[in-house]
T-cell receptor
Framework: KQEVTQIPAALSVPEGENLVLNCSFT??????LQWFRQDPGKGLTSLLLIQSSQREQTSGRLNASLDKSSGRSTLYIAASQPGDSATYLCAVFNSGGSNYKLTFGKGTLLTVNP | ETGVTQSPTHLIKTRGQQVTLRCSSQSGHNTVSWYQQALGQGPQFIFQYYREEENGRGNFPPRFSGLQFPNYSSELNVNALELDDSALYLCASSPGPYGSYEQYFGPGTRLTVT
């Protein structure tokens, strides 16, 4: 059974800092990994999708890496801004028998202070 | 291009009642997945519908049921509501049922059971 863990559970940083969010998963047989952003009480906004054959993806100030063999992904946010404050969720799509669903971590609550 | 929409936004029900939540998939998408997100947790997979058939189901009891219509919109029905059913219900649409396709999430329906 796939399990996804995100560390830290919460992070508070001053504006302008570079930061790294961590995600680990127990079963390396995945199709892809997605990072999402969730504002309080809202739905999920997809940030980056990394296919299993890829090592990283970049979008603006965001860079996500994937090491499938070790079951790890990181989301790097450069020059953080107060508007980046949200919960960041990592999710993996398994291959094999349950290859129709995303398995999520519990998220990292990020607060960027002005 | 219209994104994923869900209705209603908020809903308050009494224990033992039944509820129906609705989701309109993004244009061109034939697959809808439903997730339940309890407060402070990551979303949990309920089930997926692909071309009007259930294509996979998570660890939820039979009182959680669904439908997909010929236009690929979908309903989630929950019978005999329990207090623990209080959560944010998210639907996601995708161009296909498997892990190679990116999931696009709607804004969610907040269900409160009293």
């Amino acid at each position: 059974k796939q399990e996804v863990t995100q560390i830290p559970a919460a992070l508070s940083v001053p504006e302008g800092e570079n930061l790294v969010l961590n995600c680990s998963f127990t079963d390396s047989a995945i199709y892809n990994l997605q990072w999402f952003r969730q504002d309080p009480g809202k739905g999920l906004t997809s940030l980056l999708l990394i296919q299993s054959s890829q090592r990283e993806q970049t979008s603006g100030r965001l860079n996500a890496s994937l090491d499938k063999s070790s079951g790890r992904s990181t989301l790097y946010i450069a020059a953080s801004q107060p508007g980046d404050s949200a919960t960041y969720l990592c999710a993996v799509f398994n291959s094999g028998g349950s290859n129709y669903k995303l398995t999520f971590g519990k998220g990292t609550l990020l607060t960027v202070n002005p | 291009e219209t994104g994923v929409t869900q209705s209603p936004t908020h809903l308050i029900k009494t224990r033992g009642q039944q509820v129906t939540l609705r989701c309109s998939s993004q244009s061109g998408h034939n697959t809808v997945s439903w997730y339940q997100q309890a407060l402070g947790q990551g979303p949990q997979f309920i089930f997926q519908y692909y071309r009007e058939e259930e294509n996979g189901r998570g660890n939820f009891p039979p009182r959680f049921s669904g439908l997909q219509f010929p236009n690929y919109s979908s309903e989630l029905n929950v019978n005999a509501l329990e207090l623990d059913d209080s959560a944010l219900y998210l639907c996601a649409s995708s161009p296909g049922p498997y892990g190679s396709y990116e999931q696009y999430f709607g804004p969610g329906t907040r269900l409160t059971v009293t």
